[in-house]
């Protein structure tokens, strides 16, 4: 603290209240992005607690350590938990922190409702959790909620479940208004739209996204309550419901919902890459467009997450090719990325060594969503631990490897401290090598024919499954390694330079690390980054 304050003293404006009161009254957008980093790392070890006892169950057949019904709230909480607990609000917490920063901001547009945005989170989250022991458990239908199981079916603690997911629709939307009204309206005099930062604009377009597909998860989870508590009969096929209805509203919600946990990763990768090879990011004008067409055709692919419900075959041809499509501006992504770095002069710090797991294993994630996109081919991958591979390649070494190396690329200038090098390097490959263990080998399982989301197994998928819990458990542990890093450069650890790696660029570095409480007393002078020259160091 005494760096932050002999700053804040030095601009002459008034610094932080002490205490508990800092933190729960602050409308500081630095004090609220920890916050939201803060809480999501707490989710991120709670949800991962949850993932290592459904490995745990999985590591030999036969049931080991917990009920089946156990086991089956412990796949829906983890699931949760992870989405709306870890990744979404530690990319809000990235916002709070940078957007300001990068576009000159003195602070986020609405900060009173930034501060409420992020205090609902620990009540809804608290609620959700409290649901495990409730009378008859917690929610256990999966994360994906599909009614009739989470209606007809459904423990009574499911009511709390959906009072907790409409809290966190609210935070979620708060949220989004604030970084549209900060980017449109707070930017330094001179930076036009097509000048910001990557990360800026990858958040803006995300923020729309929530303001356009949280309604529909809030229209959803009411539908449910409706059909538990007051009669109706949406979802239920008795009464003249159909469930299929539910896959197809949760769905248009559910696909932006995976775009909007990896468009602000693309962000950070793009910041990330240029630093380190020390060049211009390669077609930063077709990055913007490619982030805008991902995000206009995420609500155009909703049902191949449903081919196997027996839609027509028309249906099954529009959403395939659709799906398809969406490959043509990710695969852009890539190759910017790639060009990026091609004849660059590339040094391999933590940050950008998570950047190009980021890049090589999301795309290996991609191509099996292209498998996964041919309808004839998905009746046999549906429901398998195909699946489970899938979107466990695009989440955790997307957005999670974009999360830590988000966090050790600002944590120097966010301290003022510089991080363990080495310690970080040992966090990047126990990681690396985790993950790989954990989530290659269920490929296999479910090309063999594993369903997903059962605590038993037939004998010939038992090496997999052992394979895959020794990964999870190395992945898990060595995330100690990251907590104890973070905590020792907060505390302690070398004075970091203003620009902290040779090849940044952009208005956040020109400030002191670590940076005053209030970060620009006047517009900055914006200059482009890349126009004296080229390479943009």
């Known amino acids: 603290m005494g760096s932050l304050e002999k700053s804040v003293h030095s601009t002459g404006h008034h610094g932080p209240a002490t205490g508990i009161t800092r933190w729960l009254y602050t409308t500081n957008h630095k004090d609220i992005g ?71 901001a003195p602070d986020m547009a609405l900060p009173r409702m930034n501060n409420w945005s992020f205090w609902i989170l620990p009540f809804a989250f608290t609620m959700m959790l409290s649901t495990l022991l409730m009378e008859g458990g917690g929610p256990n239908f999966g994360w994906t909620f599909y009614a009739p ?61 929530l303001i356009a597909v949280m309604p529909v998860l809030a229209g959803v989870v009411t539908m449910m309550l409706m059909d538990i508590h007051f009669g109706t009969s949406f979802f239920d096929a008795a009464g003249g419901g159909d469930p299929v209805l539910f896959q197809h509203v949760f769905w248009f919600f559910g696909h932006p919902e995976v775009y909007i946990m990896i468009l602000p990763a ?29 995000a206009i055709l995420s609500f155009i692919v909703w049902a191949h997450h449903m081919f196997a419900v027996g839609m027509p075959l028309a249906g099954e041809l529009f959403f395939m090719f659709t799906t398809m499509l969406i490959a043509v501006p990710t695969g852009v992504k890539v190759f910017n990325w790639v060009a990026t770095m091609y004849r660059g002069s590339m040094t391999f710090e933590t940050p950008m060594l998570f950047a190009l797991a980021f890049v090589v294993l999301f795309t290996i994630g991609g191509f099996s ?45 966010w301290t003022g401290h510089m991080y363990n090098e080495s310690m970080a390097k040992l966090h990047f490959w126990l990681s690396f090598i985790g993950v790989n263990i954990t989530f290659f080998p269920m490929h296999f399982l479910g090309l063999a024919g594993m369903p997903r989301r059962i605590p038993d197994y037939a004998l010939q998928f038992a090496d997999f499954n052992m394979v895959a819990t020794f990964g999870a458990f190395l992945f898990g542990f ?17 004075q970091a330079t203003d620009r902290v790696w040779e090849g940044s660029h952009g208005l956040e570095w020109t400030l002191p690390s670590p940076p005053p409480y209030h970060s620009f007393t006047e517009p900055p002078v914006f200059t482009h980054p890349y126009k004296e020259n080229d390479r943009g160091v």
């Open 266 to 294: 693309f962000g950070v990768v793009s910041e990330i890459i240029p630093t380190f090879a020390r060049k211009r990011l390669f077609g930063y004008t077709s990055m913007v467009y490619a982030t805008a067409s991902i």
């Open 34 to 104: 920890t916050l939201y980093l803060f809480f999501s790392l707490t989710m991120f070890f709670i949800g991962g607690c949850m993932a290592l006892t459904i490995r745990a169950e999985l590591f030999q057949p036969g049931l080991q350590l917990v009920r089946p019904e156990f086991f089956n709230q412990m796949t829906t909480s983890h699931g949760l938990i992870m989405v709306f607990g870890a990744v979404m609000p530690a990319f809000v917490g990235l916002a709070n922190w940078l957007i300001p920063m990068m576009i000159g």
């Open 149 to 209: 199981l989470s209606t007809t079916y459904a423990p009574p603690s499911v009511t709390f479940f959906i009072f907790a997911v409409h809290m966190m629709g609210i935070s979620s939307i708060m949220g989004a208004i604030n970084v549209i009204a900060t980017i449109l309206n707070m930017r330094t005099p001179g930076m036009k739209l097509m000048d910001m930062p990557l990360f800026v604009w990858t958040w803006l377009i995300t923020a729309f996204l």
């Open 369 to 413: 969503g292209l498998m996964l996109a041919i309808a004839p081919a998905d009746f046999q991958y549906h429901d398998t631990y195909f699946v489970v591979a899938h979107f466990h390649y695009v989440l955790v070494p997307g957005s999670i490897f974009a999360l830590m190396a988000a966090t050790y690329f600002w944590l120097p200038k």
């Open 478 to 494: 060595s995330q100690l390694v990251f907590v104890y890093n973070i905590i020792s450069c907060i505390r302690s650890g070398k």
